[in-house]
């Protein structure tokens, strides 16, 4: 099983242009989450959706939509990126809340 | 909102040390978690406990839920576990999705 698989790893952008991160996951997990981490900060939560068909807000979800399009796949959009949104992307699922998180390998976002 | 504090911030070894990474929060939880981040990795869950103590191989995890905090073991250190090591835990009075992170451990082992 290839587990929770997110692209691009990389990607840079301009100010104002727009794109979309996938993400993936194969074991069946009810409930996905996307995340982003910056220096000296803890992760923090962008969007999650508790299960196929639902999503809602986390702490920082200004300047992105996200689309949990069936079961396995939760996609982070940001329309017209900021500088302010240059992170680390991991989106993560869990089977139901409360049990052991599976992270994707993360997306190195740089918005010039 | 739990504000998670972890300590120490870094943390340097020799080979075969023993290891305490410690997590404290300020409200009541159901579940805390404990994260593994290797330089320039991912991340890895390495334990979800609610109560008492948790062990896999050389990590072990214990947790004082009166006392609103939790310790993250390593015995035998070894350079493989140099990382990053997060505790998470849920938002007071949200839902258990919602989780605040600690600022993360930064462990090396020297050989």
């Known amino acids: 099983n290839a587990g929770v698989t997110q692209t691009p790893k990389f990607q840079v952008l301009k100010t104002g242009q727009s794109m979309t991160l996938q993400c993936a996951q194969d074991?069946?997990?009810?409930?996905m989450y996307w995340y982003r981490q910056d220096p000296g900060m803890g992760l923090r939560l962008i969007y999650y959706?508790?299960?196929?068909?639902?999503?809602d807000k986390g702490e920082v979800p200004n300047g992105y939509n996200v689309s949990r399009l069936n079961k396995r796949e939760f996609s982070l959009r940001l329309e017209s990126a900021a500088p302010s949104q240059t992170s680390v992307y991991f989106c993560?699922?869990?089977?139901?809340?409360?049990?052991?998180?599976?992270f994707g390998s993360g997306t190195q976002l740089s918005v010039l | 909102k739990n504000e998670v504090e972890q300590s120490p911030q870094n943390l340097t070894a020799q080979e075969g040390e023993f290891i305490t990474i410690n997590c404290s929060y300020s409200?009541?939880?159901?579940?805390l978690h404990w994260l593994q981040q290797h330089p320039g990795g991912g991340i890895v869950s390495l334990f979800m406990l609610s109560s008492g103590k948790k062990k896999h191989g050389r990590l072990i995890a214990t947790i004082n839920i009166q006392e609103k905090h939790s310790s993250l073991h390593i015995t035998a250190s070894h350079p493989r576990d140099s990382a990053v090591y997060i505790c998470a835990v849920p938002n007071s009075g949200g839902s258990n999705y919602k989780l605040t992170f600690g600022k993360g451990t930064l462990l090396t082992v020297n050989p």
């Open positions: 074991m069946n997990h009810n409930s």
């Open positions: 959706s508790a299960s196929e068909g639902t999503t």
């Open positions: 993560a699922s869990t089977r139901v809340t409360n049990e052991k998180l599976f």
């Open positions: 409200v009541g939880i159901s579940a």
